[in-house]
């Protein structure tokens, strides 16, 4: 059995504004391979690989992710500067894709104790790159749920589109909660579910009616 990831179909149906870069954003779950599929429906193609003269990417974006509780970023922030020091938080962001063509995944720690190396933003340690693609305007990439501090399946997550390092047409506090993708039966699986719907027909027939059956069956064998 498969799981297929509709991701046009999956895409939140959340209110945006008028002036947002995108139209809907999903986090869809493989229960059965243990990984969240990320989605964002773009209204025109980002340009992610370009910098503009301060260094800062042309086009990014930036996905908070909290396995316990809503409002990601909030957390995050806190978790970040001290205040909620026990939270568990994962940072993904594509201000990286112009040096090295893949996002970064990087787990917040808190400032005031942690003293190794930061990534994108300074909010806590590189994890993980990420490979993404576009099929149309729909930008997505997939990541195990290990890496999102997840076990269950259920977590929440706060979007952030930028434009320029977010000093223009920023759109922060776009919050959602992952959703579990629909389960879609292979074609041999089809035909087995058939097969044994059939044999417990066969089984719950009145005795006469199975040896008409097969009796009507021999008739047609034989010559």
Not at 207 to 222: D, G
Request: contains cysteine.
């Amino acid at each position: 059995m498969r799981f297929f990831v509709a991701l046009l179909a999956a895409t939140a149906a959340l209110p945006t504004l008028a002036a947002d870069p995108f139209s809907g954003y999903s986090a869809v779950v493989d229960p059965l391979a243990q990984t969240a599929t990320f989605s964002i429906e773009y209204v025109t193609l980002p340009d992610l690989g370009s910098t503009v003269p301060t260094g800062q990417p042309v086009d990014s974006f930036v996905f908070w992710v909290d396995p316990d509780a809503p409002v990601a970023l909030d957390r995050a922030q806190s978790h970040n500067n001290g205040t909620l020091p026990d939270s568990r938080q994962t940072f993904i962001a594509s201000d990286t894709v112009p040096l090295t063509g893949q996002l970064q995944a990087s787990w917040v720690q808190d400032d005031t104790t942690y003293t190794g190396p930061t990534g994108v933003g300074g909010w806590g340690s590189v994890q993980s790159y990420l490979d993404y693609g576009f099929v149309g305007n729909v930008l997505s990439f997939t990541v195990p749920l290990s890496l999102l501090q997840d076990t269950d399946g259920t977590f929440y997550y706060t979007l952030a589109v930028l434009h320029e390092g977010g000093t223009v047409g920023d759109t922060f506090g776009h919050n959602g909660v992952s959703v579990m993708a629909s389960a879609v039966p292979e074609p041999e699986t089809l035909w087995l579910m058939l097969a044994g719907l059939a044999g417990i027909g066969w089984y719950c027939m009145p005795p006469l009616m199975r040896l008409r059956s097969s009796k009507r069956r021999l008739l047609c064998i034989c010559p």
